[in-house]
């Protein structure tokens, strides 16, 4: 086994890979003794997303070489991230022989293990690297007045603006 993950909740791993399948067509995944990456611009190159697991928030990491880089269908993936539940923990395996990414649900109560194979796509994943751009705001906000703020916005438009002033951000729609 080349590579193996262990992410220890199903929904939190879920919610990342809709992310992701609302943008992309494909997840270039870049495993390193440090973590997962995946580091993809939209097919239009306007928007980067960069993901980044660190080892730590994994229950169990192996990676036996120094990097694996795979690429999977966003689809697929998401069509099984779904499935999983808040009792489950997913293991990610790795399987070069058949081509596949194994994806396993671990329920944590009963030990149920429910087993999805996602086919692995041809190509090679372009490594980018992070833009070095200077931020000049910064703002922090509860996650739900700002999930409550894009499904507002989602009601009258499908683009978000946001503007900083001294003492407050204002979103138009």
Same mark, same amino acid.
């Given at each position: !086994?080349?590579?193996?993950?262990? %992410?220890?909740?199903?929904?939190?791993?879920?919610?990342?890979? @809709?992310? *992701?399948? #609302?943008? !992309? +067509?494909?997840?270039?995944?870049?495993?390193? @003794?440090?973590?997962? +990456?995946?580091?993809?611009?939209?097919?239009? #190159?306007?928007?980067?997303? *960069? /993901?980044? /697991?660190? !080892?730590?928030?994994?229950?169990? %990491? $192996?990676?036996? $070489?120094?990097?694996?880089?795979?690429?999977?269908?966003?689809? $697929? /993936?998401?069509?099984?991230?779904?499935?999983?539940?808040?009792? +489950?923990?997913?293991?990610? #395996?790795?399987?070069?022989?058949?081509?596949?990414?194994?994806?396993?649900?671990?329920?944590?109560?009963?030990?149920?293990?429910?087993?999805?194979?996602?086919? /692995?796509?041809?190509?090679?994943?372009?490594?980018?690297?992070?833009? @070095?751009?200077?931020?000049?705001?910064?703002?922090?906000? !509860?996650? &739900? +007045?700002?999930?409550?703020? *894009?499904? &507002?916005?989602?009601?009258?438009?499908? $683009?978000?603006?946001?503007?900083?002033?001294?003492?407050?951000?204002?979103? %138009?729609?």
């Amino acid at each position: !086994m080349g590579f193996r993950a262990v %992410y220890p909740t199903a929904t939190k791993f879920k919610y990342i890979i @809709q992310t *992701i399948a #609302k943008v !992309m +067509d494909e997840v270039p995944f870049i495993a390193t @003794q440090d973590g997962i +990456d995946v580091r993809t611009l939209t097919p239009d #190159k306007t928007t980067m997303i *960069i /993901l980044r /697991l660190p !080892m730590a928030a994994f229950e169990e %990491y $192996e990676l036996n $070489e120094d990097k694996k880089t795979f690429i999977v269908p966003a689809d $697929e /993936l998401n069509r099984i991230a779904k499935r999983g539940t808040r009792n +489950d923990l997913v293991e990610l #395996k790795l399987d070069e022989e058949r081509r596949r990414l194994e994806v396993n649900f671990i329920d944590k109560k009963t030990g149920v293990v429910r087993s999805f194979y996602v086919p /692995l796509r041809e190509g090679v994943v372009e490594e980018f690297s992070e833009p @070095q751009v200077e931020l000049t705001v910064t703002a922090r906000m !509860m996650a &739900d +007045d700002f999930k409550n703020i *894009i499904n &507002d916005a989602k009601i009258v438009s499908d $683009e978000v603006e946001f503007s900083s002033y001294e003492d407050r951000i204002e979103v %138009y729609a």
